[in-house]
Each structure stands twice: as C-alpha cells, then as structure tokens.
C-alpha cells in the first residue's frame, strides 16, 4: 500500500491550507485514516483522525480550527486546516490503517505511512 501527501507549503498566519492523501494498494479496505505531524526534535503527534463510518477525532490545539474528511471509494482523506499559526508549522504525516487479513488473523490490519509534507506557517 502507498500513501501520497500533497498540498503543503508557506501560507501566512491567520490563512488556510489544505492537505490531501491518496491511497492505493489496499484490496481489503481501509479503516481509519489520520494526520500526524512533527517538528524536528519532537514526537509525532495524532492531528485529527476519522473512521471509516465518518466519526472524527482532534487533537484540542487544532479543534475548530481544522477539519479532516475522506472519500471511501477514492480512498482518500483530507485535512482542511484554516487560521493556521505558527506553532503549526511541522511535517504532516498521513497515516491509514490497512486490513491485511489471514488465515489466523482475519481482522489483523497494518499501519501505513506517507512520506510527509511540510506545512509552513509565517508570522
């Protein structure tokens, strides 16, 4: 499976961005999709996250601020992210977990990662 990120950049404070993430690969299906991003010397942290019933997770610096979305037939997730600051300058990451079942495990799944995109915010 490979995931493709597109749509980072410089955009200034207070401006809006919009990031994107294709999947391909998956023949069993995907379950939920995610952004994650990081600044050079940190952990990676979970942004926002989304199942594949459309449920949403954020994390609270970004809570009604940003929005993630996903098609499920194009595979696709989405993060919408509007009056950006500074301190969201990082690396963002997309992340999907995929079903790879078998035999044993018919609900084992793997997490696949994207190459990151970087999202600059000026001051």
């Known amino acids: 499976v490979q995931l493709v990120e597109s749509g980072g950049g410089l955009v200034q404070a207070g401006g809006s961005l919009r990031i994107s993430c294709a999947a391909s690969?998956?023949?069993?299906?995907?379950?939920?999709m995610a952004w994650y991003r990081q600044v050079a010397g940190k952990q990676r942290e979970l942004v926002a996250d989304?199942?594949?019933?459309?449920?949403?997770t954020y994390a609270d610096s970004v809570k009604g601020r940003f929005a993630i979305s996903r098609d499920n037939v194009k595979n696709t997730v989405d993060l919408q992210m509007n009056s950006l600051k500074p301190e969201d300058t990082a690396v963002y990451y997309c992340?999907?977990?995929?079903?790879?079942?078998?035999?044993?495990?018919?609900?084992?799944?793997?997490?696949?990662w994207g190459q990151g995109t970087l999202v600059t915010v000026s001051s």
């Open positions: 690969g998956s023949s069993f299906g995907i379950n939920t």
């Open positions: 989304i199942k594949v019933g459309g449920s949403t």
């Open positions: 992340k999907a977990e995929i079903n790879v079942p078998t035999i044993e495990r018919p609900r084992n799944t793997v997490d696949a």
